[in-house]
């Protein structure tokens, strides 16, 4: 599976430090990939889009449109992607896998964030994918049916799973 951005392009939106180990940062992204934006669309426009991302630059990358003879703006699936790998990284970047197990590596000008903070700065990101998603993104793919959207995902036109909650989308 190729990721549909890069951690250079993630960075755009999002903070995540360049010290970090890339192969863990990229892991988050695959993660969020597979899980989260593969939950916001039907499998079929997901498959094309993970195997050809070249070919969904306009989707990814965002721009402007017209429609009904007003110009819109698609914030782009790439700034969607950046908030879903945040998230996933404010909950889970901390932790660091040691042969005596997974320890979180702090120092003496530092201090750890609670779980419960962790929690609200997750659920905080993700909660901005989804408002990307809906608000621009999703309507940018129906009303320009983009690569044949609406024909290609019909069974999930007014719906968007996350993680067994489901999001009845109006209007």
Request: charged share 25%.
């Amino acid at each position: 599976m190729k990721l549909i951005a890069s951690k250079i392009d993630i960075q755009k939106y999002v903070q995540i430090s360049n010290k970090r180990n890339n192969a863990i940062v990229e892991q988050y992204m695959r993660d969020a990939q597979f899980i989260d934006l593969q939950n916001l669309m039907c499998e079929d426009f997901f498959t094309m889009l993970v195997n050809n991302p070249d070919d969904f630059k306009e989707l990814i990358k965002g721009g402007t449109y017209d429609y009904n003879g007003i110009t819109y703006i698609n914030q782009g699936l790439e700034v969607v992607y950046a908030h879903f790998v945040n998230a996933r990284y404010k909950k889970f970047g901390g932790e660091v896998d040691t042969p005596f197990g997974s320890v979180t590596k702090t120092d003496p000008n530092s201090y750890q964030n609670t779980e419960n903070m962790k929690q609200r700065m997750y659920t905080f990101e993700r909660q901005n994918a989804m408002t990307y998603w809906e608000s621009s993104v999703l309507k940018f793919l129906k009303r320009t049916n983009y690569k044949n959207y609406n024909d290609i995902c019909k069974c999930n036109q007014n719906k968007s799973k996350m993680n067994g909650f489901k999001i009845n989308i109006i209007g």
